[in-house]
């Protein structure tokens, strides 16, 4: 057995920027081969934490010892030096390269000193993807992989920089529980060769399973430190909040689905076939699947992002066919993105985010009121407790929690027939889930009908009022959501021995 030594001893870190402290005098430590949770809700200073031991900005003070040895991480290559690596919640992969050019990028092997050696390229990084349980060949371009299994490959760059430390920010937000079960044995077998992890997710029942010990901060400041065995996951949300939260899931509607708003026949299109679904008036329905499964290529269908091959799709009985995403929003199909970035525009205020899909309202003879879009704005950050400044705020400073909010609002002033959540909830803390379920059921409330891709089962069977579940490409069953189990819709989900689309992502 490997003796664990103190790997790594920050102490009293602080960050300021401009008049605002978002660290306070944070002591934080990790063993070889261990796995250290952290925790706390969007804003508490997690990310601001990890950025300072991954070398993306400074503390503005403290200091950091790694193996006994005070460190200056001023940049991410000091920190990848002193062996600290980090996986992104957001794939940071360059996606016209290949998988091979990623987890060596910069290190490239090359003949003579000139020329990329491919052959050696390949091979070295085959044999670390095999390591990590990716079956694709190096050779794959990163543009053909989910967001799930970027992140595999994030892993994989980082254990060719031989790393003694990894962050993990929020690694299994797209993962489903076979492709989470993948990851965790992938981590313990790392940490038996003394590899230590840093593991910051919202998955409260995932801490339990894979940390030895946790942390939770709190707006800025460390609340506690204590072992997995100290601990249970009521504690753990308490000292998150500040307060008692009760039930992560709000209590099961009572309203009857109304008429069919969106119907689907035999659809196909890249990645699904002959799928055929109904969509109701004020009702919820969850779409469950293992990843690869063809969940987000047919939102993206039904969305005009991507094109239908073949199959009718009528909403409220009229053929319609979305040639983009503007059309299907002209129609009265809304889709908010797997990946929020799509969805949010970064660097426009949130009050332009929330107004973006009904300009037309604040807008006369060609000229925005800006007053009255404002006004709007500011209704629905008071409605939906969207935390920011101001509604001039950019949206991209907001946390994820609030970026979502900011979706919703968008949506919930347009009013639109059909809404497509593509994993909502997706990084977010365990307050803000509450948040969204209820703004959630506030839309089918108002008549929308709603169609909701997920990887966490426990939220498709808590939210939805029918559960369909997708196998390689094709709807493989349907359960109604208070009558049926976990269990049962995995069952649904795995693949039998049919040929599969080969499809990439959810």
Not at 101 to 129: A, C, Q, W
Not at 145 to 159: E, G, M
Not at 169 to 192: C, G
């Amino acid at each position: 057995m490997l003796q664990h030594t103190k790997l790594l001893s920050a102490r009293q870190i602080t960050k300021i920027f401009g008049v605002t402290t978002v660290l306070r005098n944070i002591d934080f430590d990790i063993d070889s081969g261990e796995v250290h949770a952290l925790i706390g809700e969007n804003g508490a200073g997690k990310s601001t934490l990890m950025n300072i031991l991954s070398g993306n900005f400074p503390p503005t003070s403290g200091t950091i010892w790694i193996d006994g040895k005070e460190r200056d991480l001023r940049n991410p290559s000091k920190a990848i030096d002193a062996g600290i690596a980090m996986m992104h919640q957001e794939p940071k992969v360059a996606p016209p390269l290949s998988i091979a050019e990623n987890v060596l990028m910069g290190r490239l092997p090359r003949k003579g000193g000139f020329v990329v050696d491919y052959g050696s390229l390949h091979e070295k990084v085959n044999t670390i993807l095999r390591d990590v349980g990716v079956s694709f060949d190096a050779s794959t371009p990163i543009e053909k992989l989910s967001i799930a299994q970027r992140q595999l490959v994030q892993l994989a760059r980082a254990i060719s920089q031989n790393a003694k430390l990894i962050v993990l920010d929020e690694p299994t937000a797209s993962l489903t529980p076979v492709e989470t079960d993948n990851l965790f044995s992938i981590i313990r077998r790392l940490k038996e060769r003394n590899v230590a992890f840093i593991y910051i997710s919202h998955h409260l029942d995932e801490i339990f399973q894979i940390a030895d010990r946790v942390t939770v901060l709190r707006d800025g400041s460390l609340v506690t430190t204590n072992t997995i065995a100290e601990t249970t996951k009521a504690d753990l949300i308490r000292l998150m909040v500040g307060r008692e939260l009760g039930s992560h899931f709000p209590s099961r509607r009572n309203g009857k689905a109304g008429d069919v708003v969106l119907e689907a026949a035999n659809l196909s299109g890249p990645g699904f076939k002959d799928v055929s679904l109904t969509l109701r008036r004020g009702e919820i329905v969850g779409l469950a699947g293992l990843v690869g499964a063809g969940r987000t290529e047919l939102a993206r269908s039904l969305c005009g992002a991507s094109i239908i091959t073949s199959g009718d799709l009528a909403l409220e009985g009229r053929q319609v066919r979305p040639s983009s995403p503007a059309d299907a929003v002209a129609s009265g199909i809304a889709y908010l993105a797997e990946d929020r970035h799509d969805s949010v525009l970064r660097s426009m205020s949130v009050a332009h985010n929330i107004t973006l899909a009904g300009r037309r309202k604040f807008s006369k003879v060609g000229v925005l009121r800006t007053t009255a879009e404002r006004a709007a704005a500011s209704e629905f950050v008071k409605q939906l407790k969207i935390v920011a400044t101001s509604v001039e705020q950019p949206a991209g400073q907001l946390s994820g929690g609030n970026q979502q909010k900011c979706v919703i609002a968008r949506w919930l002033l347009q009013q639109p027939k059909v809404i497509i959540f593509d994993e909502p909830t997706r990084g977010i803390d365990v307050g803000a889930k509450r948040d969204i379920y209820g703004l959630i059921h506030r839309l089918a409330d108002e008549g929308c009908a709603i169609l909701m891709i997920s990887s966490e089962l426990p939220e498709v069977i808590n939210i939805s009022d029918r559960v369909m579940v997708m196998c390689e490409g094709r709807i493989s069953g349907e359960v109604v959501a208070s009558e049926t189990t976990e269990a049962a819709v995995i069952a649904l989900a795995v693949p039998s021995s049919r040929g599969s689309l080969n499809n990439d992502k959810h």
